[in-house]
């Protein structure tokens, strides 16, 4: 074949010379085999098949198909005998007379109807109310007259102690005149008045010592003042009556209601403001609480009903509103603090308020076995002792582990039984002995495991009673607080009559905070001042120092008091003209050595003691997140791993990573303190930010501050950008309870000097602003409970005409201050009622950057998860990946619910958080957020 550029003899032969050769090479090409193989690897049935599960499967299902079977044989059983009881009740009344009396009912109803029509068509001839208003004119009037529109403390001509002595000297010149007359004695004789000296006056003078010295002539026993000092029994109705009057001034507003209350009301014992109100009734006829509440609105309502209405009273109404509710831990919880003859009061004012006992209202509004356990408590026949017996509590706590089912909620229980039987003494050891006999577990979390939820809510709430009544009630009072909720109120005028000093330190120590304090902080109310008097009183007769509480205990021997020797003080050497000069003769203003050192070893403790808290509060919340503490965490091998980790010029990256994100905060923060203690040259976010490349910064930032710290430092950043759009601003202000708030707000201005609620309000819209104000305070229920007969009412009061109005008072009350579950069942509510969701109604009452604004708050509010999904989602796409708002809201979230955000996120965007944080993420701290989503 000649090569190219030559001619060829014959092309036809050529080009089948040419066919022929590609044939061949193309048969040579397929017929080529690869050197690796690269087929689907063999299928193995065993992998396939899962013969161990389908046998699990199979078993599972045969020992149902058992139950069934027993269960259809036992219901045939039932279906084919003839029933015990008939429920059928279908009998019709007979009666020979029913159609007499059936027509004297009719002329008896259309007599009452013309009755009835007459007297509404009837006018008064006389005008009660011009009557009634000159009637207290007049007597207004003339108690100015007699009072000369002052009152003295100093005893005076005009009070009643005087006219009584003036009687007295009456009655004795009366008494020598008739002696006089009697002997004959003529006393018209002229003879000129005896000489009188200067000091004798002619009007009788006393002190107020002498005043309150003397008893009255009748014998009765001597009466405690304000002050301290005694009073007879004309004083004591002097100062009823005087409370009475000022009290009128104040229904009258002539008078400051925040002084008069506090005097004249907060500082009397519950039987002194009965007096009170009797002596209004009879001084002026009329209703002390209706004068008080005409005059000073609404906003004293609560206040006025707590202090001038009984205990009884007040608990009656508040068990009725638990009951209508399905409020069971309430009413459980009224019922169970109560003694005997507080139940006896409570069963008559809660007929008498409601016309029906309580045994009939928990028959009507419950269901077994919450029934069963109310009718327990509320019979009234509880032993009030508090001895026990080992023996027998041992044996209780075994009985009460070894029952099966119904243990904790059939009527016949051992739980049950235990309570009908046994005082709350006795219960405390058997619930802790039963924990020891469970392995450490609670009983609480038997019952939540056993039991519906609203009955283990009522039950772990009257075990909480139980073990502690100070601590559950500090509980309710910070989830309560508010000055215009009636519980919150009532609550606090009937423990400041009992343990309020036992209340203020177990909510110190529960919250780390004053109660009084937060009170002032929340309650920005008019009836603030008198509240906060409220919780600051003492009871009568509570003890107030160690030995008067050990007099208390009789037949025990007191703890001898360590008395130590007397301190001799130093006599100074000389007192010249010159010592007044010298440094040495001055006192010395040093504090000891061990005297400072211990005093540091305090606070450290105390710092420790409160970390430990907020980490117990932080785990509390922590029911999904992707970091959890650590068991075998040892500070001091964990910081010998990171130093090594960044003492090479190449950081080991994995170790790093492995140390943080399998530490919890609170473990993190000790880590630090542990380093700063040990390497103290750099602290350890320093030397990590040194070693890592720059796109570490914000996540080691993140890592290693607190959780309050690092919600300043991105609400500082957020407002320095994107403001109320930014989600981790509005994610932070909507899911932070009061405590964190006031912790961040603190922080914020500690460290930027200006105040968090003045940035963020700054510059937008007033109606707005006063819905972020109110936000930041934090005062939202923290629970998870919901009610949905209560969210039904709340969307009937935020139903306007199908739309919704956000500056209302009932839409603000539910997306401020209800839970999150709560609100979420309000909404729902709303859309059922209205047809439309309450986005779009906010859409259609306010319009701009306003409704966006309150959109995503509410989107927040209602489903912090899902509002976070949507965000993450929204980072990674647009122009680009917002790697700051995803860094942020994966570790803000990681101790809390990352796991339910990742589960919600692969739900509604059919891809998974890590896969896009592979895909799409630029910066090299990916590896450190995989870690931290637990996905590395």
């Known amino acids: 074949m000649p090569g190219p550029g030559f001619p060829v003899a014959n092309k036809i032969l050529y080009k089948y010379e040419q066919d022929r050769a590609y044939r061949l090479h193309r048969q040579k090409v397929n017929a080529s085999r690869p050197t690796v193989k690269n087929k689907q690897p063999k299928k193995y049935p065993h992998l396939i098949l899962q013969l161990k599960k389908i046998q699990l499967e199979e078993e599972r299902q045969a020992e149902v198909d058992h139950e069934n079977r027993l269960l259809l044989q036992k219901m045939s059983k039932i279906m084919k005998e003839p029933a015990l009881v008939d429920s059928w009740n279908e009998y019709h009344t007979k009666s020979l007379n029913l159609p007499q009396r059936e027509k004297q009912l009719r002329e008896i109803q259309m007599e009452n109807i013309g009755l009835a029509k007459r007297l509404e068509h009837t006018r008064p001839v006389i005008r009660s109310d011009e009557l009634e208003g000159e009637y207290q004119q007049k007597k207004y009037l003339q108690m100015l007259w007699n009072e000369n529109s002052k009152d003295y403390d100093m005893v005076i001509p005009r009070h009643q102690r005087y006219r009584q002595l003036r009687k007295m000297k009456e009655a004795e010149l009366a008494k020598e005149r008739e002696e006089k007359e009697a002997n004959g004695e003529d006393d018209k004789k002229e003879s000129l008045p005896p000489i009188k000296k200067p000091s004798e006056s002619q009007t009788i003078r006393y002190n107020a010592d002498t005043y309150r010295s003397t008893r009255s002539d009748n014998g009765d026993k001597e009466r405690k003042s304000d002050d301290g000092s005694t009073m007879d029994k004309s004083q004591f109705s002097s100062q009823v009556d005087n409370d009475a009057k000022a009290l009128f001034k104040v229904a009258k507003n002539l008078a400051q209601p925040e002084d008069v209350f506090i005097r004249n009301l907060v500082r009397r014992t519950p039987a002194q403001r009965k007096k009170i109100s009797e002596r209004f009734k009879e001084m002026y006829s009329l209703d002390l609480a209706s004068e008080l509440r005409s005059g000073l609105g609404e906003d004293w309502d609560c206040v006025i009903d707590a202090l001038l209405k009984s205990k009884a009273t007040g608990s009656a109404k508040l068990l009725h509103d638990a009951l209508e509710e399905g409020d069971y831990p309430m009413a459980v919880e009224i019922l169970f603090t109560c003694k005997n003859t507080d139940l006896a009061d409570l069963r008559g004012s809660f007929r008498q308020e409601y016309s029906q006992s309580i045994d009939t209202t928990i028959n009507e509004k419950t269901e077994d076995p919450e029934r069963s356990l109310l009718a327990t408590l509320a019979k009234g026949d509880r032993d009030e002792s508090n001895k026990v017996d080992e023996s027998t509590a041992e044996t209780d706590a075994e009985d009460l582990y070894e029952s099966g089912d119904g243990r904790w909620s059939s009527d016949a229980g051992k739980f049950l039984k235990l309570l009908r039987t046994r005082n709350n003494k006795h219960i405390t050891v058997v619930l802790n002995l039963y924990k020891i006999h469970n392995k450490g577990v609670e009983a609480t979390e038997d019952i939540a495991r056993e039991c519906s939820r609203s009955y283990a809510e009522a039950l772990t709430a009257l075990i909480n009673s139980l073990h502690g009544p100070e601590n559950h009630f500090a509980e309710r009072l910070f989830r309560t607080m508010s000055p215009t909720n009636p519980e919150f109120v009532n609550l606090l005028v009937v ?405 339910d955000i990742k589960v919600e996120f692969q739900k509604r965007n059919q891809k998974s958080l890590s896969a896009m944080l592979k895909a799409d993420f630029p910066g090299d701290s990916k590896n450190m957020l995989l870690a931290i989503l637990g996905d590395s």
Not at 658 to 678: A, F, Y
Not at 706 to 728: K, N, Q, R, W
Not at 815 to 821: E, Q
């Open 495 to 899: 423990r400041s009559e009992i343990d309020m000093p036992a209340v203020r330190k177990a909510y110190k120590k529960k919250f780390d905070a004053e109660l009084v304090d937060d009170i002032k902080h929340k309650c920005q109310h008019t009836t603030t001042k008198v509240l906060v008097e409220i919780a600051n009183k003492t009871p009568p007769n509570w003890p107030k120092s160690k030995t008067q509480t050990q007099k208390k205990w009789k037949g025990a021997n007191p703890v001898p008091q360590q008395t130590k020797p007397p301190i001799k003080r130093v006599e100074p050497i000389s007192k010249g003209p010159d010592m007044k000069h010298n440094p040495l003769g001055q006192p010395s203003m040093r504090v000891a050595a061990d005297t400072s050192i211990q005093r540091r070893e305090e606070e450290k403790l105390k710092q420790l003691e409160k970390e430990h808290r907020r980490e117990e509060e932080r785990q509390k919340k922590n029911i999904s997140g992707t970091i959890k503490p650590a068991n075998n965490f040892n500070p001091s091998t964990d910081c010998e791993r990171l130093h090594d980790a960044l003492m090479e010029d190449h950081p080991d990256e994995d170790v790093i990573i492995e140390v943080l994100t399998t530490r919890s905060n609170g473990q993190r923060q000790i880590l630090k303190n542990k380093w700063s203690s040990k390497y103290k040259k750099h602290s350890l976010e320093s030397r990590l930010k040194e070693k890592l490349s720059v796109d570490y910064d914000e996540t080691i930032m993140g890592m290693m501050m607190t959780p309050s710290e690092y919600d300043a430092h991105c609400l500082h950043e957020a407002l320095d950008g994107m403001g109320l759009s930014d989600p981790v601003l509005v994610g932070i202000l909507c899911t932070r309870d009061a405590k964190e708030m006031k912790e961040i707000k603190d922080i914020f201005k500690k460290e930027y000097k200006k105040d968090l609620t003045e940035e963020i309000t700054a510059h937008i819209d007033p109606d707005l602003a006063e819905f972020v104000t109110l936000l930041c305070q934090g005062d939202r229920d923290q629970g998870k409970e919901v009610n949905a007969q209560k969210a039904r009412k709340d969307a009937e009061k935020m139903n306007k005409n199908g739309r919704v109005d956000v500056v209302d008072k009932a839409f603000r009350d539910v997306v401020l201050k209800k839970n999150h579950a709560q609100v979420k069942q309000t909404f729902e509510e709303f859309e059922q009622l209205t047809g439309s969701d309450i986005y779009q109604s906010i859409a259609d009452t306010v319009v701009g950057e306003t409704e966006d604004a309150y959109i995503s708050l509410v989107k927040a509010i209602e489903d912090p998860g899902r509002f976070y999904v949507e965000k993450l989602f929204s980072s990674f796409g647009g122009i680009g990946t917002n790697e700051d708002n995803i860094i942020r809201i994966i570790i803000s979230r990681s101790e809390i619910d990352m796991r």
